[in-house]
């Protein structure tokens, strides 16, 4: 059952740089702070329930020596922890986690496509010939209001900062149903804050990808 967040949140979302990670707790608002390409950050009005996550930063659109510490750790990626009126907060897995988490076959595919691997080739699936990545691959963690990670659907704002006006974008992320990695429709992209929203499990492994 999918579980959609109250949008009474507020997160802040700073421009990723390396050896950087801000999290910010959030406080009931129908305002969301955004992170933009060049490196500011301003208010917009959330259209669309969901918590807020920065997405990090790529080099033209494509995943270099990405390393993922999560949210205690230092990284290329800014994690906004959001929090919903029912206390839910999001973020992402470390390295480790992923590690620790996940059979190595599945590990694997997320290292090597944010080692700017073509997703074609870590895959092998010819469908994704032309598509690049918008975003390093990750693991998303939305905990409940006990601080516990759930597989439930969630509802997921991610600021992408090299979102530009990317077309033909898609949410591919590792179905732990059919044990595939999938191509799926995203929610809804907003590129005058550079947001996504897109629906997954709470700890899915997934990456945002375009085909201009």
């Known amino acids: 059952m999918k579980k959609k967040y109250a949008?009474?949140?507020?997160?802040?979302?700073?421009?990723?740089v390396p050896g950087t990670l801000a999290m910010a707790a959030g406080s009931p608002n129908t305002n969301a702070t955004v992170?933009?390409?060049?490196?500011?950050?301003?208010?917009?009005?959330?259209?669309?329930?969901?918590?807020?996550?920065n997405a990090g930063t790529i080099t033209n659109k494509t995943t270099t020596g990405i390393k993922n510490n999560g949210q205690n750790?230092?990284?290329g990626i800014t994690v906004?922890?959001?929090?919903?009126?029912?206390?839910?907060?999001?973020g992402f897995a470390s390295d480790q986690q992923i590690k620790d988490g996940n059979s190595w076959?599945?590990?694997?595919?997320v290292f090597e496509i944010n080692a700017g691997i073509p997703l074609y080739r870590v895959t092998g699936d010819p469908a994704l010939v032309g598509y690049s990545p918008l975003m390093p691959a990750?693991?998303?963690?939305?905990?409940d209001a006990n601080g516990a990670v759930t597989k439930e659907a969630v509802i997921v704002n991610i600021s992408v900062a090299a979102l530009g006006n990317a077309q033909n974008i898609?949410?591919?992320f590792y179905n732990e149903t059919t044990h595939a990695w999938e191509l799926a429709a995203v929610n809804s992209v907003d590129y005058a804050t550079n947001t996504i929203n897109v629906t997954m499990?709470?700890?899915?492994?997934f990456t945002l990808v375009h085909k201009n």
Not at 38 to 50: M, V, Y
């Open 105 to 109: 076959a599945v590990a694997e595919k």
């Open 35 to 53: 992170s933009h390409g060049g490196g500011h950050s301003s208010s917009a009005s959330s259209k669309s329930a969901g918590l807020n996550v």
């Open 170 to 172: 898609q949410l591919y």
């Open 138 to 143: 990750q693991q998303l963690q939305a905990t």
């Open 73 to 75: 750790g230092s990284n």
């Open 201 to 205: 499990p709470g700890n899915a492994i």
């Open 7 to 16: 949008a009474l949140l507020v997160a802040a979302a700073i421009m990723a």
């Open 80 to 90: 906004s922890q959001g929090t919903s009126g029912s206390n839910n907060a999001v």
